[in-house]
């Protein structure tokens, strides 16, 4: 009676340790409220500030002064917070339909200043037409930073080329709108899909797709931010040498906001939310099966964002004057994504799959 009595005390013990089985019922929540909580509200705002984005641009051309300049520049910050938040669900339709290159691609400046220098028309059909490295979110930061802010003024006034510099800014922003909501649109098809897996369901047939479909982007996600804004730009993943041109949102120096943005994103699928709260995302999985991997995520988002904002700005004086700022935000993103890619995906019982950016 005695062994029967310790056998059970044994088996007690043993499952308050052991991860607590996960439902399908508590996955179809998670995977329908990342789509009602994070994505939608994150693309909603999106297509505001890309909207509020093209009403700055043509403010500037009937004003073409300072305030007129720098309230354009500040709606441009202000629409890379969701947009750069939204690449953790850069899968689906972001993908499937080269939405993210078209609206997000480096830009070849020779080929901007190429078309500002053409007699061809500078109308919507024209920027439709383009190539992705010669419009989206940098081909409009080309055009808006990089100069002094007097002699920005004057590009938009008096110089030659002025009239139709503010031609293609607002038809840049106007097509970098038309995409939002492009995208807009197919993500919301994309969440009914993400809530409603099955066997007619040929994108997402079981609920885990859904799952694992934010799970992988969210470890793809954090060694991209780990080594392509930090460790290329600072030479610690190329062997050294530091290498300014690689650095993200460089004309602007919201390189490092957009690393925060990002992380923000990673953290609100995580979350379920975007306020920073604890609601029905791939955290709410966690923390009823294993509290423990619950709060090394948490630990290791904070300590992600903390050694983000500890590098000082301009960040391309910060690449040699600071390198020991960017190590620790560089190891700290990187064991981000080790807790993801390990803890969080055997807790869930993910498949980590190859992505397409893996090598880049």
């Not at 020779?110 to 109308?123: E, Q």
Request: proline content about 5%.
């Amino acid at each position: 009676m005695k062994v029967k009595c310790l056998l059970w005390v044994a088996l007690a013990v043993l499952d308050t340790c052991s991860p607590v089985p996960l439902g399908d019922g508590d996955r179809r929540v998670v995977a329908r409220e990342l789509g009602s909580e994070v994505v939608v509200p994150t693309l909603d705002e999106v297509v505001a500030r890309t909207s509020e984005l093209t009403s700055a641009a043509q403010q500037l051309v009937h004003s073409q002064d300072l305030l007129a300049l720098r309230a354009v520049q500040a709606a441009w910050r202000a629409a890379r917070v969701p947009w750069k938040q939204a690449d953790a669900f850069g899968f689906g339709p972001a993908s499937d339909l080269r939405l993210t290159p078209a609206m997000d691609q480096v830009v070849d400046p020779p080929k901007i200043d190429a078309l500002l220098a053409a007699a061809t028309p500078i109308d919507e059909d024209t920027v439709t037409a383009l190539g992705a490295n010669v419009k989206g979110f940098h081909a409009i930061e080309h055009l808006l930073f990089g100069d002094s802010e007097t002699g920005l003024v004057l590009l938009f006034s008096v110089d030659v080329r002025a009239e139709r510099r503010r031609s293609l800014l607002v038809e840049y922003t106007r097509n970098l709108a038309a995409r939002a909501v492009e995208l807009r649109v197919a993500w919301a098809g994309e969440s009914e899909l993400i809530a409603h897996p099955g066997t007619d369901n040929e994108t997402y047939p079981t609920v885990a797709d859904s799952i694992d479909a934010f799970v992988n982007e969210s470890v793809f996600l954090a060694e991209f931010a780990a080594d392509a804004r930090l460790g290329k730009p600072s030479g610690t993943a190329t062997g050294g040498v530091s290498q300014p041109d690689l650095v993200e949102s460089r004309p602007s120096d919201n390189s490092l906001a957009d690393l925060r943005d990002t992380l923000l994103g990673i953290r609100n699928v995580y979350f379920g939310s975007r306020n920073g709260m604890p609601g029905k995302g791939i955290g709410k999985l966690i923390v009823d099966s294993s509290p423990s991997t619950d709060r090394d995520v948490r630990e290791a988002l904070a300590a992600s964002l903390e050694a983000v904002a500890a590098i000082p700005l301009p960040y391309e004086q910060a690449l040699a004057a600071h390198a020991p700022e960017i190590e620790i935000a560089l190891n700290t993103i990187k064991e981000l994504k080790t807790i993801l890619g390990t803890e969080v995906v055997g807790v869930l019982g993910a498949t980590l799959k190859f992505n397409d950016n893996d090598g880049d």
